[in-house]
């Protein structure tokens, strides 16, 4: 059998990490002993929160430690097996770290079906981005229909479902990407009403032209200007859903806070903050619903997968220059 | 009878307003037409929303207009009436302005009774301020038995009804002040069970002394480096009510916004905005608590009482100085 190949932390990076960041090691394979499986992993997910955990700072979960294996969704196949859930062919979703084998006791593991939709979307659509977007603009964001959206990151794993499921609810949604290729995406392929090019248009001027009468649920996953911008056009009794910051997560200096974060008073308008975590018990309902719309083409999942776990480290940065489309996924096996 | 001295915004203040902000002018007092009514007026009301009130820009409120009498609360006697609601000698709250007459077709005011209180306290803790601390830390902030509560502004009108109806719902409150003698006013004498000093304490390391689990419910009066510091310390599920910001309200650079947010995320937190007018419909019944709690002695309440519409200005500034202790008024007309 081959060896492993692992990715770990070696260093915190200040700022965007370099490549001094990650170290990639070989290690033996061991073989599972009693309760244990071992699984060969397929696809390693890359979302832009993988940039918080390297930071040494209380959060909703404890940093990666130095020397650690790169905390990491993933999805694979079990080759050997000690534990009765699982047994030699079944696919699984898990923490599997950036690796290409992990030896476990299966918590936190499940079971995929490949026949039913491609591995990689059960890292987007079908896995964390997916259910974060779920509950998000449903029970956080509290979306009726008829709402006026505003989703950033919106080509995104994240933010394009999030679109999705507000044109699903009748809500007219705009969003915002970096560059014309993304939004005519947005606007041809997955339907929303309208895009704003955050590197050219006017990003003030576009959001008062699309929300005349103000912004009823803001989805924000960037942060910086673009959030203050929508405070500045939120109609009353909106809803700002905080799912992340990506513009400010490699800064070296003090995050920026919402200059016009007033607004809400003047809005009586809410910003909330969520954690996919929470929603767990309720994931598989999610997922159903999620199947059924992709089942009817009312849902449309695209995935960017780049190949090779030696890669991990220029592909980690198509997160924060949005060289990618859809949800970003790294293959780190071969077939 | 004598002349009405009216105080007028004369022009827009650039930061703090100086003496050249408002403009003092006499005029005739003329008598009540069909529906009209002529109120002397007592007291004025002076609150930080004020100074929001003199910038050009959109919010809850249209700004006051130049040369337009200042916008302002008061509490006065009906002297001349040709209107059925109101007759001679009635007492009333309403939107007065800085003046010591008024003709109005009251609209917008109601009786209050001076035997069951005194004037001013129409103006503190049974006028808007009471109101607005009762609906948002028992509606907005969604307070619930055995919370931990911090407030801002903890002497002021609001602030200091806030933490008091907290206690009355047994909660554990914490009130920041500025200065020592309000420190000590908000835990001996309304029952504080601590109180941070801005103006000496170290905030962020009291909070976290205070708050060893976090804090659950933070009434924002001040908005600046205390939003910051409280949003550094919150439980799971925390409510921010952003009622104010006066710390910011006369920046002359932009308002700062609260770098800390995202621990909204971290800790599935809520900020939430709020304008008391929202409740209109339920003052009654929220007056009749606040009196009931008064006569029982759980609800204290303290005006500051200074003299003379001439001393406008000087009084107004004490709202950003601190130099003031509870509800600030202005007595406008002599007896």
């Known amino acids: 059998m081959a060896q492993n190949k692992q990715l770990l932390l070696q260093k915190r990076p200040v700022g965007l990490p370099d490549a001094s960041t990650w170290k990639l090691i070989k290690s033996e394979i061991s073989q599972p002993e009693d309760g244990e499986v071992l699984i060969q992993c397929e696809y390693i997910s890359l979302d832009p929160a993988m940039r918080g955990w390297l930071n040494d700072t209380r959060s909703y979960i404890p940093p990666v430690k130095i020397n650690e294996v790169m905390r990491a969704g993933g999805v694979g196949k079990v080759i050997a097996s000690n534990n009765p859930i699982f047994k030699v062919g079944d696919y699984v979703y898990g923490q599997t770290g950036v690796q290409q084998y992990v030896l476990t006791d299966g918590k936190g593991y499940h079971k995929i079906d490949p026949t039913i939709a491609p591995l990689p979307m059960y890292l987007g659509t079908l896995g964390m981005p997916g259910m974060t977007a779920y509950f998000g603009i449903l029970e956080v964001g509290e979306l009726k229909e008829g709402d006026t959206v505003l989703v950033s990151g919106a080509a995104g794993a994240v933010g394009s479902v999030v679109g999705q499921i507000a044109k699903i609810k009748n809500c007219k949604v705009i969003g915002i990407a970096g560059g014309a290729e993304k939004c005519k995406y947005l606007v041809d392929k997955l339907g929303f009403d309208g895009a704003i090019d955050y590197k050219d248009d006017d990003i003030k001027a ?60 003047v809005s009586r308008a809410s910003m909330k903050g969520m954690v996919v975590f929470d929603y767990a018990k309720d994931y598989g309902k999610a997922a159903q619903q999620m199947g059924q719309w992709i089942k009817q083409g009312k849902l449309k999942s695209k995935e960017d997968v780049y190949e090779g776990i030696e890669n991990f480290h220029e592909t980690f940065l198509r997160l924060f220059s949005g060289e990618k489309m859809g949800k970003l996924v790294l293959k780190v096996n071969e077939d």
């Open 206 to 265: 576009k959001i008062k032209e699309y929300f005349p009468k103000g912004i009823d649920v803001y989805f924000d996953n960037v942060g910086g200007e673009i959030l203050d911008a929508a405070l500045g056009r939120l109609a009353m009794h909106a809803r700002i859903v905080i799912c992340g910051a990506i513009s400010q997560y490699n800064n070296t200096t003090a995050v920026k806070g919402p200059a016009n974060y007033l607004s809400l008073l």
